[in-house]
């Protein structure tokens, strides 16, 4: 293929390969031309609905606490479309949406604008600081950055988007935040239930912790917002199973996002 294009089309690093601009060029064209292909295909064979996998970058917060009408929708609705869940970081996410190796993919960042990539943002995400029952900050009316360094931190890993705020948050010249990194949502709530530290958290995951007073929000307001996004790559022609993807999570997994908010 590069030899009859006259271009080289990947860079061969090592053990390592990737697309050379090039390439990219290439992918967007590779993509209508197998779009064409399953059309062609469905028209001559006869369509019977939509199918196919979908390969979908997420995160545990939106697979667990956001994701269910959607793949509970799909389960029944069409049962032929496979979704290939895949837990990544955002920022893994977003080079495997460039990449092509993911077909779309969940955001939760404080940016709304990613280059090389179209994004629909589905919702502001509140963050809620929680501790164990009857921790002795809860009593305070307002709470500083100041007072929680002090605290340990329960936190999922590097790279999350609001973990890596809180912790520029508390960070000055003279101290570093003893975070401790618990790996999942699951595993930090339970942490901070049993007095290990507290965590701030989207307070879609501790809404029923805090309702039945297992955990205690603490008074103190993020200074910084994030956002629940959808995005893919930026110019790929959208096959029917990934526009039907964005219309049913932009209906069903959508909220009144403020004013002004870029998506």
Do not use: N
Request: one cysteine or more; proline letters at 6%; a negative charge.
């Amino acid at each position: 293929l590069e030899t009859s294009l006259g271009a080289e089309l990947f860079d061969r690093l090592g053990g390592r390969t990737r697309l050379t601009p090039a390439g990219e060029k290439l992918l967007g064209y590779a993509e209508q031309i197998l779009a064409l292909v399953d059309a062609a295909r469905a028209d001559v064979a006869g369509d019977d609905g939509p199918s196919g996998t979908l390969v979908i970058g997420t995160m545990e917060s939106v697979t667990s606490y956001r994701m269910p009408p959607l793949l509970e929708y799909f389960h029944h609705r069409y049962p032929k479309v496979r979704l290939s869940l895949r837990p990544s970081l955002c920022a893994d996410t977003r080079q495997a949406l460039r990449q092509g190796t993911f077909d779309i993919g969940f955001l939760l960042e404080e940016e709304t604008r990613h280059p090389g990539l179209e994004t629909v943002v589905l919702a502001e995400e509140p963050l809620t600081l929680v501790a164990a029952p009857g921790h002795p900050l809860a009593r305070r009316q307002k709470l500083s950055a100041t007072d929680l360094r002090s605290l340990s931190v329960l936190a999922t890993e590097a790279g999350c988007a609001y973990r890596d705020l809180f912790e520029a948050e508390l960070r000055d010249a003279r101290y570093t935040a003893p975070f401790l990194e618990f790996g999942t949502i699951e595993a930090i709530k339970k942490g901070v239930a049993s007095g290990l530290g507290v965590s701030l958290l989207p307070t879609v995951t501790v809404a029923a912790e805090l309702e039945k007073g297992e955990m205690t929000a603490l008074p103190w307001d993020a200074p910084f917002c994030v956002y629940t996004q959808l995005a893919w790559r930026a110019g790929r022609r959208l096959s029917r199973e990934l526009k039907l993807f964005v219309e049913q999570a932009t209906r069903l997994m959508r909220e009144d996002v403020p004013p002004g908010t870029p998506g």
